[in-house]
């Protein structure tokens, strides 16, 4: 963490600067450090770099403008020198004539390397299409948006595509089409539609036997939308949204500067159905069902503002894009997959003299889990914690809650420069690792369930 310490020193030299509002930038640099260890008392402590520009073009033609946002990751390893990794980078041309409102556009978006910034679903810990592709089998994953924005409605429509091995074990290229739109049936009152459909390339179990199995992905996603006064934004939870592309961005948006009241609630939910492998055997295939759902309310009042969020994931959407467990193979029935539930509460106060908004936050989950006696010859509890993320507990246990505590705060620089930071703590009594039995064979075995953690993001704006 002596990384994030020196530049928290360095940033909190930077005086704080007036925030008239001036006239928009043709462009904007970014560069952003993430440090974060979630568990002090163990090693597993992480660092990371992004760097980021957008940039704006002058009026091409009469209401046309081109936009371009370069985002990636900067890695460096002592073996492999400095590498680079892209974050969603892209390209856009964007349209408006001038009768249309200043929020008003046609927009035609590339994106050339990785489109994780194409998805569908709203509250990020129940958006799901970023990575389409097994990620195994391609490299890139490209695409091309088209959205266009009224006053009263919306829509869109993409196109993803990878290069994939087909059961002929020859390469070719398939493609994932996305579509949505919005309709704001009253002021303030917005539904939204979203749907997929995708062929993800066929599955190589079946395929090395000669067998054709095109795995196919279907599904819709909807959301009902209230809001009154002007937008909240997001509560400082680094944890809650780590992995999105965004996350090096939506914390330093600036701020609405009214102290009035302003009140928001969103019920979203997803229905998914994959072709997989059927685990009772015979070369069949089975279509999985994936759900998830999120309730997100939020409320401003002067200077505080209180968040509450309430999900559930089942185990098949946590590893939508395994594909399945094992590999392109859908849940036994016998597995009992158990879906996640988890509900936080946290509130926090903007300090304007300051820039520092402070905040608490309580998050009470159950982890979603399966069982399973193929991996370990004997029937067991896996805790999925994310995409081929698990956790297996000892014979004869069964999940338990988890309680996170958080102090966070975020400390606005003026317009250039910003930091986000907590302290956690977390009750995981689902924690395991191996280690020899008497007879000398790996058994998991139950660890500290209670850790103290902190993370802090730095960014500088030029």
Do not use: C
Not at 376 to 403: H, K, W, Y
């Amino acid at each position: 963490m002596a990384p994030s310490l020196l530049l928290l020193s360095l940033l909190s030299t930077v005086p704080q600067v007036s925030e008239s509002t001036p006239e928009a930038s043709s462009w904007q640099a970014r560069l952003s450090f993430l440090a974060s260890d979630p568990n002090v008392d163990r090693s597993g402590s992480t660092t990371s770099w992004n760097a980021a520009l957008d940039a704006r073009s002058p009026e091409l033609t009469a209401g046309l403008r081109a936009e371009a946002e370069l985002s990636f990751f900067v890695n460096a390893n002592n073996a492999q020198g400095v590498s680079f990794a892209d974050n969603g980078s892209n390209f856009r041309l964007r349209y408006r004539p001038a009768a249309w409102a200043a929020d008003e556009s046609l927009a035609l978006s590339v994106f050339p390397l990785s489109s994780t910034r194409v998805y569908l679903g709203s509250v990020y810990p129940v958006t799901w299409g970023r990575d389409v592709f097994p990620s195994g089998d391609s490299s890139s994953e490209p695409a091309v948006e088209l959205r266009l924005v009224r006053q009263r409605w919306a829509a869109f429509v993409a196109l993803k595509s990878a290069e994939l091995t087909t059961w002929e074990l020859e390469r070719a290229r398939h493609y994932a089409v996305l579509a949505g739109g919005q309709v704001e049936l009253a002021p303030g009152l917005r539904v939204e539609l979203e749907g997929m459909y995708v062929d993800r390339g066929d599955s190589p179990g079946l395929a090395n036997m000669g067998r054709e199995l095109s795995v196919i992905l279907r599904g819709g996603s909807a959301r009902v939308f209230w809001s009154r006064g002007e937008p909240i934004g997001d509560n400082v939870d680094l944890s809650l949204f780590r992995g999105d592309p965004t996350f090096f961005e939506r914390f330093f948006t600036p701020a609405a500067s009214s102290t009035g009241g302003s009140a928001s609630l969103s019920l979203e939910g997803s229905l998914i159905s994959q072709d997989l492998e059927n685990p009772a055997g015979g070369f069949g295939k089975l279509a999985e069902t994936s759900q998830a759902a999120a309730l997100d309310g939020r409320l401003r009042l002067g200077a505080w503002r209180v968040h509450a969020l309430a999900f559930f994931r089942t185990a098949s959407f946590l590893q939508l894009d395994g594909p399945g467990f094992p590999p392109f193979m859908a849940f036994p029935r016998d597995a009992d997959p158990r879906v996640e539930v988890s509900g936080s509460l946290g509130v926090d106060y903007h300090l304007s003299d300051w820039g520092l908004t402070p905040g608490l936050l309580a998050r009470v989950s159950l982890p979603a889990a399966f069982s399973s006696a193929e991996a370990l010859g004997v029937d067991r509890v896996f805790i999925v914690q994310g995409r081929n993320q698990f956790q297996v507990l000892p014979v004869g246990e069964d999940r338990a809650r988890v309680l996170t505590l958080k102090a966070t705060a975020r400390w606005d620089l003026g317009r250039v420069a910003g930091v986000v930071g907590e302290i956690s703590y977390m009750n995981d009594p689902n924690q395991t690792e191996f280690r020899d039995d008497v007879t000398g064979v790996a058994e998991p075995v139950f660890i500290k369930a209670s850790a103290w953690g902190a993370t802090v993001m730095l960014q500088a704006r030029f």
